[in-house]
Antibody, heavy 119, light 110 residues
Framework: QVQLQESGPGLVKPSETLSLTCAVS?????????WGWIRQPPGKGLEWIGS???????YYNPSLKSRVTISVDTSKNQFSLKLSSVTAADTAVYYC????????????WGQGTLVTVSS | EIVLTQSPGTLSLSPGERATLSCRAS???????LAWYQQKPGQAPRLLIY???SRATGIPDRFSGSGSGTDFTLTISRLEPEDFAVYYC???????????FGQGTKVEIK
């Protein structure tokens, strides 16, 4: 069974960098698929942040591109998100998820982690 | 950039009723690239429909998807108590790969 688990600080100060990691079990990231980050501000909808292909190619939401970096560590079977210069508007539940290319859907999701931006 | 607009924002229905949710794209989307998710409070989204009309594994047949081009629909034939939730459509755009979600439709108990 594929499982994804987000981890990282739950509180980040304004102007600092948000860093999260998604640990994957039950499937090797290097074997295939896209691996993505999606966020959801409290009481609002889902926003795609960016994705990384198993080959290492990255794709970002144009509205966040200047602040986002997604990387993968195949030795640890995990991928990471860095979002710089955060503001209160970046407060959200952050999800990691696997996207199945070929069938084109997110099939496995982490449970989500709330990150609050506040001083 | 493709924008997905879902309507209505909120649907108030009773158990046993039929729910019809709309997802309209700002430009034509390949049916293969359109998916629907259900999200309940405090939970991650769950895949319901992919390829516009294919049910995901374990999804009851009261859920169905249809549509093409710019207009897609999720139908719940008879609402069960566990179906009251928020529903999102999502599209994948190639060259370069991008992902977009609609703003969601909340199905609430009337």
């Amino acid at each position: 069974q594929v499982q994804l688990q987000e981890s990282g600080p739950g509180l980040v100060k304004p102007s600092e960098t948000l860093s999260l990691t998604c640990a994957v079990s039950g499937y090797s990231i290097s074997s295939g698929y896209y691996w993505g980050w999606i966020r959801q501000p409290p009481g609002k909808g889902l926003e795609w942040i960016g994705s990384i292909y198993h080959s290492g190619s990255t794709y970002y939401n144009p509205s966040l591109k200047s602040r986002v970096t997604i990387s993968v560590d195949t030795s640890k079977n995990q991928f990471s998100l860095k979002l710089s210069s955060v503001t209160a508007a970046d407060t959200a539940v952050y999800y990691c998820a696997r996207f199945v290319d070929g069938d084109y859907y997110f099939d496995y999701w982490g449970q989500g982690t709330l990150v609050t931006v506040s001083s | 950039e493709i924008v997905l607009t879902q309507s209505p924002g909120t649907l108030s229905l009773s158990p046993g009723e039929r729910a019809t949710l709309s997802c309209r794209a700002s430009q034509s989307v390949s049916s293969s690239y359109l998916a629907w998710y259900q999200q309940k409070p405090g939970q991650a989204p769950r895949l319901l429909i992919y390829g516009a009309s294919s049910r995901a594994t374990g999804i009851p047949d009261r859920f169905s998807g249809s549509g093409s081009g710019t207009d897609f629909t999720l139908t719940i034939s008879r609402l069960e108590p566990e179906d009251f939730a928020v529903y999102y459509c999502q599209q994948y755009g190639s060259s370069p790969p991008t992902w977009t979600f609609g703003q969601g439709t909340k199905v609430e108990i009337k």
